[in-house]
């Protein structure tokens, strides 16, 4: 598996897991909001600030045709260019939003929907591009982040292996060997049941790439699951409260929890270690407790040792219990007091 460099940053295999918070559109259209909840996500463990950056023109036409209508789940009601009228992040904000991630020594990239965006990303220095799920199919556009040397983040919610696949290739094909892949789920919120995280490292081990998850999700338990089978980057939404109604509020995680969900991961990696068959320290100073060969009965010299006498019980100063069945018939030398451990010099 590849390790990626973001900026000051690497994602791989020996490395922590990256936690980003996306901001998305729980700034509710204030710049002081946003700066507030980059701070917040910074207090509660964030490693990253993910944003995303297009113009609803950018994304889609204004028009109230029944294509343009969302019907079902979270947003239903709304028009996509309403929706995303509502929801996009001004651009003149950007810069300064990642002068002060960079302060807090947090990463700022974002997702760009758009060659222009893509360009005012790039100008900008941000360390890496994201592509959203619902772009994975936008080869051109792949291709056209792919060439700008940076590590390119895919997102691969909807898409069949194949078009994982397609996706990857374009990038390697651009002369960029630098990806990872995030699991996801694209339904806001996303069932436990739907994540099947297994793919997790099935990706990785496919792709030779780094792999981590965007999880919506409600709570944090899915995320640590993740982490415990490889996810080498974790995003999850965020906003300051819930009770600020906004698209994403629903699915995104308040400070507290994210906080909770962040020592949770941290916790998980230092559980996970490496593969070791070695005691440690603390087992060393308890291997006294474990069990041996102990005399449980005043025996005279000459007596046979049998099963009453000569018993596998804690601590462990006697012999060892896999000579239970040798030292059976066999006659003590001398007398023995009982609680005395067994050796081979009584016998």
Not at 157 to 169: D, H, K, Q, S, Y
Request: hydrophobic share 40%; charged share 25%.
């Amino acid at each position: 598996m590849r390790t990626i460099q973001m900026g000051s940053t690497w994602i791989g295999p020996s490395r922590p897991c990256l936690v980003v918070a996306e901001m998305s559109a729980n700034h509710h259209q204030s710049l002081q909001n946003a700066l507030e909840l980059l701070h917040a996500a910074k207090e509660s463990g964030a490693d990253a600030l993910k944003v995303q950056t297009y113009t609803p023109d950018t994304m889609t036409i204004r028009s109230d045709r029944e294509a343009f209508r969302i019907t079902r789940g979270t947003w239903a009601g709304q028009s996509l260019y309403g929706l995303y009228q509502q929801a996009y992040t001004p651009w003149e904000w950007q810069p300064r939003l990642k002068e002060e991630a960079e302060k807090l020594d947090m990463v700022f990239f974002s997702t760009p929907f758009d060659e222009t965006a893509v360009d005012f990303l790039h100008e900008m220095g941000v360390p890496a591009f994201k592509v959203a799920s619902f772009e994975l199919v936008d080869i051109p556009l792949i291709r056209y982040i792919a060439q700008k040397g940076k590590p390119v983040i895919l997102s691969t919610g909807m898409a069949t292996l194949w078009e994982i696949a397609e996706a990857v290739r374009t990038v390697r094909d651009s002369g960029n060997k630098e990806m990872i892949l995030l699991k996801c789920v694209s339904a806001y919120p996303a069932a436990p049941e739907d994540m099947h995280l297994r793919t997790i490292p099935n990706l990785s081990e496919t792709f030779g790439l780094p792999a981590g998850i965007s999880d919506h999700t409600l709570g944090h338990e899915i995320a640590l699951a993740a982490v415990t089978l490889g996810a080498r980057v974790v995003e999850k939404h965020f906003t300051l409260s819930r009770e600020e109604k906004g698209p994403d509020s629903s699915f995104s995680m308040e400070p507290d929890e994210f906080r909770t969900m962040v020592q949770g991961i941290r916790m998980v990696e230092k559980a996970l270690g490496t593969v070791s068959y070695e005691p440690t320290e603390g087992e060393l100073q308890n291997r006294v407790f474990r069990r041996s060969l102990f005399v449980v009965k005043d025996v005279r010299a000459g007596e046979t040792v049998t099963k009453e006498n000569v018993r596998s019980i804690r601590p462990g100063f006697g012999l060892h219990p896999r000579y239970l069945l040798q030292v059976m018939g066999r006659n003590f030398r001398k007398d023995v007091k009982k609680g005395t451990p067994l050796s081979w010099d009584l016998i």
